[in-house]
């Protein structure tokens, strides 16, 4: 119990640690090849699939216009200031709707054939984000975009049908922007092929062998000058959790996961066997929940989803998985989006209630007058390899379901099956699992509920919302949007549309000769690496 209270303590003192002087820093020193336990990617090109694997992987290799601060330049986690990337400077015009990049001069790919080390120019910006706009699951996020051009050599115009709010946090994102050259897909056909990684980040990847490893090395040629510290980066493909916490424990591994991730009751473990382990709590930008087929029976009533939601018991899943450290207000903007947030406090108790509540009578009730007063079955297809404790989570939402008279039916799947098929909305009545990491709120609400989107996994189309959705997109005021963005959390609340589990802080963990590896929401694992070294 103590011990609990401890940890209760350092998660309260978290946020004034993360925003807090450093100590005087020690000399970083170079060399070195970090070792990662991770599960295997579904493919290694950016823009045919939305894994956090490929994409985490990808940011060793890759560039952007633009990104987020990272290691000693970030204020904190969910620090989404935009900083210099390929581009050094760039304009927007009064009217939102012009954007113009002038990229620094001298950026060579790596030295890879059919490239071969040369000069990154505005054409291949122009290619890359035409391809991301067309290929990408997460295209959407580009809709707005009316032409790209390359004005010359090292300008780049991107102009806008209207104004766009998360446009530069978009350019920003790992997930959805990297710079890639033409004749790598020319001649191996998409980027997938492990010869086809060819970018201008700070790591080259040298070898892939399927099942087993990737290899990364330093890019000797990388923009930021001195970077990075490390030799390489080695990721041993390792499918189980309990076997990447044990290659950390055996000191074979310096990442048990890609982001450095274990969970509450794993870190809880792990600081008894291996007392010396560095172990840091982060709210992360995480969520989890059950989404529906809201375009046919019987989830197109509201009271069916009502009644799913009042099923869960949340306090119960964070006392009993999550020690009770969890976020379980965490839909539909996750708990660590703080400053867009709207507390539950600040609901009608009734609608918090549908978001929020455990009532499984009520729960009963709202089916018997939904037409179903003996349940029914629904399946719920999910991907059984997430993290701790997400195998738990599958499990508690059957039994809670049944506890009011749904059976469920769990669809465990393939993970290559499940996100290309299932999380992009592809699936029968029921799922369940977490959303990827966005940094723009507009990610959780309108990529989440606008219709017709691969990313509205429940398939939602309600006229209403939809006004809401685009507007706080063309606002750029922030003040003026996050109040439309209030609204929409109002509006939602009860609705349902996605039923929403507790989140966990996630603690990042890594051996003590480990330096400056900080943790950053999103997927740009590469950027976090350049700051990382090796004290041995």
Not at 148 to 174: C, G, M, Q
Not at 246 to 275: C, D, F, M, N, Y
Request: aromatic content about 12%.
């Amino acid at each position: 119990m103590a011990y609990r209270s401890a940890l209760s303590v350092l998660l309260a003192i978290l946020a004034v640690l993360l925003v807090a002087d450093p100590a005087p820093a020690q000399t970083p020193k170079r060399g070195g090849v970090i070792r990662i336990a991770e599960r295997e990617a579904p493919g290694l090109d950016p823009h045919l699939t939305i894994s956090f694997l490929t994409h985490s992987y990808m940011s060793l290799a890759y560039s952007q216009l633009v990104r987020f601060p990272n290691g000693p330049e970030q204020k904190s986690p969910t620090d989404f200031t935009i900083v210099p990337d390929l581009a050094e400077k760039w304009t927007v015009s009064k009217d939102g709707k012009v954007y113009t990049f002038s990229l620094r001069k001298g950026v060579r790919f790596h030295n890879k054939p059919p490239v071969n080390g040369r000069e990154v120019t505005a054409d291949d910006v122009k290619y890359s984000l035409e391809r991301f706009m067309a290929k990408s699951g997460f295209r959407e996020r580009f809709e707005p975009v009316q032409a790209i051009d390359a004005v010359d050599r090292h300008t780049v115009r991107i102009t806008l049908k209207e104004a766009y709010a998360p446009f530069l946090n978009h350019l920003a994102s790992p997930s959805f922007c990297a710079i890639l050259p033409r004749e790598a897909e020319d001649k191996f056909k998409d980027f997938n092929h492990p010869d086809a990684v060819i970018g201008t980040g700070p790591f080259v990847l040298k070898s892939y062998d399927k099942g087993v490893k990737m290899v990364f090395e330093r890019n000797p040629d990388y923009f930021m000058k001195g970077f990075p510290y490390l030799d390489g980066v080695t990721v041993e493909i390792t499918p189980d959790a309990a076997a990447r916490l044990a290659v950390l424990r055996a000191g074979k591994a310096e990442l048990p996961h890609v982001w450095g991730w274990i969970s509450p009751e794993e870190a809880r473990s792990l600081k008894q066997t291996t007392p010396d382990m560095v172990v840091t709590p982060y709210r992360v930008i995480g969520q989890g929940f059950i989404y529906m087929r809201t375009d046919q029976p019987p989830f197109n009533d509201v009271r069916v989803r009502r009644a799913v939601s009042l099923a869960i018991d949340r306090k119960g899943w964070n006392d009993a998985l999550l020690f009770g450290e969890g976020c379980v207000d965490a839909g539909p903007i996750p708990c660590a989006l703080t400053d867009w947030k709207l507390d539950a406090a600040k609901l009608e108790p009734a609608k918090a209630k549908a978001l929020l509540g455990h009532d499984p009578a009520e729960a009963k009730r709202l089916l018997a007058e939904a037409g179903y007063p003996k349940g029914f079955t629904m399946p719920i297809y999910h991907w059984p390899g997430y993290v701790v404790p997400w195998r738990s989570y599958y499990e508690l939402a059957a039994e809670d379901l049944g506890k009011i008279g749904i059976t469920v039916e769990l669809k465990p799947e393939e993970y290559g099956k499940y996100i290309s098929t299932t999380a992009l909305g592809k699936y029968d009545k029921a799922a369940m699992g977490p959303s990827t990491p966005f940094t723009e709120v507009d990610d959780f609400l309108f990529g989440r509920f606008y219709p017709e989107l691969a990313t509205n996994q429940s398939r939602v189309a309600d006229a209403e919302l939809t006004k809401m959705l685009v507007a706080q997109r063309r606002e750029m005021d922030p003040k003026k949007r996050k109040q439309i963005v209030d609204d929409i959390q109002r509006y939602l609340a009860d609705k349902a549309y996605y039923v929403y589990v507790p989140q966990w802080p996630q603690y990042v963990a890594h051996p003590p000769y480990v330096k400056g590896f900080r943790h950053h929401d999103g997927y740009g694992l590469g950027m976090r690496l350049i700051y990382t070294w090796l004290d041995k």
